[in-house]
Nanobody, 125 residues
Framework: QVQLVESGGGLVQAGDSLALSCAIS????????MGWFRQAPGKEREFVSR????????YYADSVKGRFTISRDNAKNTVYLQMNSLKPEDTAVYYC??????????????????WGRGTQVTVSS
């Protein structure tokens, strides 16, 4: 069994920054990719960012490109999402997810095998 635990959410003002973390534990995998998704109230969950196993390939939703940065530390089994210049429309529950396929632009929810429970990010105007 794999556990993903997000942390780092909170309440901030527009223009502020937040750094999310996702700790991975349990069954050992290698060559897996990681993604971040978010779900705002009343909306469907949407893709935010993805990073390949090596970290050499990253993908971003257009809405966060240039403001968010995804990274990973495989030695620590942790993935990060640095969020800068936050906007009220970034308010959502943020989820990390693990894809056992470690490469490629796999940006759909169904392509991910394990999910965390989410962390709330609220951006006030």
């Amino acid at each position: 069994q794999v556990q993903l635990v997000e942390s780092g959410g909170g309440l901030v003002q527009a223009g502020d920054s937040l750094a999310l973390s996702c700790a991975i534990s349990g069954r050992a995998f290698s060559n897996y990719a990681m993604g971040w998704f978010r779900q705002a109230p009343g909306k469907e969950r949407e893709f935010v960012s993805r990073i390949s196993w090596t970290g050499g390939s990253t993908y971003y939703a257009d809405s966060v490109k240039g403001r968010f940065t995804i990274s990973r530390d495989n030695a620590k089994n942790t993935v990060y999402l640095q969020m800068n210049s936050l906007k009220p429309e970034d308010t959502a529950v943020y989820y990390c997810a693990l894809d056992r396929v470690g490469w490629g632009d796999r940006l759909e929810e169904y392509e991910y095998d394990y999910w965390g429970r989410g962390t709330q990010v609220t951006v006030s105007s």
